[in-house]
């Protein structure tokens, strides 16, 4: 009840708090967003049009080349013509048959979409004299095979056995291969009708099936699709942005001290200034896919994403000491978490690394193709486990010392981390595994950014950060400890730290992979990631971490024992994967 309460009380308050031309300003811009949904629903993407302008001479020409909605077309005499095109602003000039362009990239890449589309113009004044056979005397016929990969995505079918490597798991999506042949009596050719819709853009007979002529076959790149879920973020970001504001706000101008002295828990304050704000997120999701003629599975697939947005909104909120600050916290983790869901979509139908964000799981709906319960959790687990953690370490310093002092960000991670270690029973074990799903979703932005680096040098890099990464999650807690004076840093309490820090990670890590990445296991990512035999990972995260932690109580400097931890976590990941580092 009193949750309930709290969120009619600040949908109420944030109401009243802002001002009559911000209100507006706020309503203008959603209004705003659904017309911008509705338009493009009704008529497309045009993000391309009238990019170029051409002068000519000749008038005929002008029809021919507007075709094409890249181009504005300008008519003018031969004298005019090139005074314009040599003023500026022209990027081609046609006098005549002759073709002038400047030195500049646009002006060649304007030449190469003149020459598309003068074919395209070419291919439709064919198709108007009904002889499809000499109009497409080539067609191409398209069969899926196998293609390897380093990375697949969770299959629900049969997951691979821990620790080997077979032929079947080095397969996953399908790759193109293309066989040219000429039209023949047997050959299936779609109809005059069937080809025109295909010029129009709308799915036809060719698409369905496995035959396309060279001119109509292009790569899967949904790249309208991943435009347009850009449509669904950017509520995501307005919202968050006004939760944070709203904690800010209680922090600056101390509002909130009522709160903390009722009878209300801390988690119920912060459960109920969070659901008005996810409510509304969902709620313009759903009016955005309702509009743009999407699923509503699509607002499920974003749930998630909503979830991390206002996660970190939250927490930064917290951790931030002015509103300056804020606003660099802010943006940091908005330019992270969109390269985190935004990078994998654009290899949507081209690789399975795309599965990693839930925004291909929007772009597939919106190219109505389906979405299996497996891909749903393979995107979604790791969202979901860092926005709880995000708001559990939030919630632990929502508290008078933390919301009202002057505290540094380090100071007040350090105090979450120190209230997770109190509230715990043996804390330095379960903090590792409570930090895992931070590892993990950082892991799969490492594997995104270098999946398509040449491979030797990929793994080497991602073995390096992947294992400084870890080494920073299992010492955090060892640190947090002696530099609170929790315990006293002595060798006994170093050596059993790192162990208990150690076999933590190990046991998460292993639980983790099995629910949720089993299927990389017989990859080279997957390896570095931790999947093999139980006793060599958990022999290495306990030695890591207790090097890590008899250095910290030596040196009592943190950043050279988590390097001295990386370099053994390292060492192992390297020669576990040898064979593709060294071939």
């Known amino acids: ?86 003023q500026g602003g022209f990027d081609l ?36 004299y009904n002889d499809l056979n000499n109009t497409f005397p080539v067609w191409i016929t398209v069969k899926n095979i196998a293609r390897q990969q380093l990375f697949q995505p969770l299959s629900i079918e049969k997951l691979p056995e821990i620790g080997s490597v077979s032929e079947k798991t080095a397969t996953s999506t399908p790759a193109i291969e293309k066989t040219i042949a000429p039209v023949d009596e047997k050959t299936q ?34 790249f309208k699709s991943v435009v347009l879920s850009f449509i669904f ?12 504001s709203s904690i800010m706000e209680e922090r600056v101008k101390r509002k909130g001290e009522l709160l903390l002295v ?44 909503a979830l991390i947005f206002l996660s970190t909104a939250f927490t930064g909120a917290i951790i931030a000491r002015s509103f300056k600050e804020l606003t660099f916290v802010l943006i940091f983790l908005s330019v992270f978490l969109s390269g985190y869901i935004f990078l994998p979509a654009m290899f949507a139908n081209i690789h399975a690394i795309s599965i990693i964000s839930p925004i291909t799981l929007v772009v597939k709906l919106l190219e109505n193709e389906t979405v299996s319960v497996s891909e749903y959790l393979f995107s979604t687990t790791p969202l979901y486990l860092v926005s709880l953690l995000i708001f559990m370490f939030g919630i632990f310093i929502y508290r008078e010392e933390d919301l009202f002092t002057q505290k540094p960000i380090r100071s007040k991670l350090l105090d979450s981390v120190q209230e997770f270690i109190n509230r715990m029973p043996i804390p330095v074990f379960f903090l590792s ?101 139980l006793i060599y990972p958990l022999l290495l995260h306990v030695t890591s971490a207790t090097v890590a932690s008899l250095s910290l109580k030596r040196t009592g400097n943190y950043l050279l024992s988590v390097i001295f931890a990386t370099v053994i976590h390292a060492a192992y990941n390297l020669y576990l994967v040898r064979g593709v580092i060294f071939g």
């Open 262 to 305: 009722s009878p209300v828990k801390p988690y119920e304050i912060v459960l109920g200034k969070f659901l008005p704000y996810l409510l509304i997120t969902l709620v313009l999701v759903a009016v955005i896919a309702v509009n743009i003629g999407g699923s509503m599975w699509i607002v499920l697939m974003l749930l998630p994403v």
């Open 1 to 86: 009840m009193g949750i309930l309460t709290i969120s009619k009380w600040e949908l109420k308050r944030t109401g009243l708090s802002f001002s009559k031309k911000t209100l507006v300003l706020s309503t203008a811009l959603i209004f705003l967003i659904a017309i911008i949904s509705f338009s493009v629903s009704q008529h497309g993407l045009h993000i391309n049009d009238n990019i170029y302008k051409v002068v000519v001479t000749d008038p005929v020409l002008v029809p021919i080349i507007q075709t094409d909605d890249k181009f504005v077309v300008y008519p003018a005499k031969e004298a005019e013509a090139r005074r314009m095109f040599e």
């Open 433 to 533: 595994i409570a930090l895992l799903p931070l590892v993990f979703s950082l892991q799969l932005m490492l594997i995104v950014l270098l999946f398509n680096v040449p491979i030797r040098l990929g793994i080497l890099v991602f073995i390096l950060l992947a294992a400084f990464i870890e080494e920073v999650v299992k010492s955090a807690g060892i640190y947090t400890v002696f530099s609170r004076k929790i315990y006293p840093a002595t060798a006994a309490n170093a050596l059993k730290f790192g162990i208990l820090s150690g076999a933590g990670f190990f046991a998460g890590e292993k639980l983790l992979l099995l629910l949720v990445i089993a299927s990389i296991a017989g990859s080279a990512f997957g390896s570095v990631m931790g999947i093999g035999l």
């Open 93 to 128: 000039l046609i006098i005549g048959t002759n073709l002038y362009h400047h030195n500049s990239e646009k002006s060649i890449s304007a030449m190469d979409a003149l020459d598309k589309a003068i074919n395209k113009y070419d291919e439709a004044r064919l198709l108007s």
């Open 189 to 222: 050719v779609p109809s005059i009708s069937e080809v025109t819709e295909l010029k129009k853009g709308s799915r036809s007979t060719i698409n369905e099936q496995a035959l396309a002529t060279p001119s109509h076959f292009n790569p899967p790149i949904p």
């Open 233 to 244: 973020i950017f509520p995501i970001y307005f919202i968050a942005q006004f939760f944070s």
